[in-house]
């Protein structure tokens, strides 16, 4: 839900599959900049940790004039992104891959893969060795989650060193989770609502 260390600048992923020409399935993720003190944008305390590439990535000019929209996106490379950190995913008709465990287990393990790649990942070339996978086991359910004001039961990853995931069944067809890296909890309400469109 929205809140003042995170700032929604609509980047969001959408993917699809179809089966026979129909919709079967649908996702969308949504990333988030985080702001650790968002009165004081210019605070060296908003900068997010870059090593010595990443730091000179943005000042990197190419040959040609970049379009305005990706001058916001270089820009943005400067700050914490929780990336991919909110996915609502629906299935025409669900089966055991889309159970909400399942998709919050493999939520975590996308953003660990990709997002954590220094320290949980084995080799630079796909697909990915995560070393110290989460898996079902790691799963509690009759979690309290709150989604549009509403508590209702979900499910928690709370045993990874890096990421705290959130999983809640909105309906038969659709669930919500959530990858959130452990170290911009303290600057996070826990909550969901409806992304204004």
Known sequence: MPQPHLEDWGAIGVGSGTRNGILDSCEASISYTLWRNPDEPDDPAN?????????RAPEM??????P???VEQVRRMRYPTLWECVRTQWS????ASDA??????AHVN???ANRFRHSRVGGDDPPY???GAVHQRCVE???PVMVDGTTRNGFRIDTDPHVYGLAVALDAHTVLTAALPRDVLPYLEIAFAVRPA
Not at 92 to 95: I, L, Q, S
Not at 100 to 105: C, D, E, K, N
């Open 100 to 105: 909400a465990q399942t998709l919050l287990v």
């Open 47 to 55: 900068l997010a940790a870059l090593d010595e590439q990443e730091r």
């Open 141 to 143: 359910s009759q979690v």
């Open 61 to 66: 000019e190419p040959p040609w004039p970049r």
């Open 129 to 131: 060795a995560l070393s």
């Open 68 to 70: 305005p929209w990706l």
């Open 110 to 112: 996308h953003v660990l």
């Open 92 to 95: 025409r008709e669900p089966g």
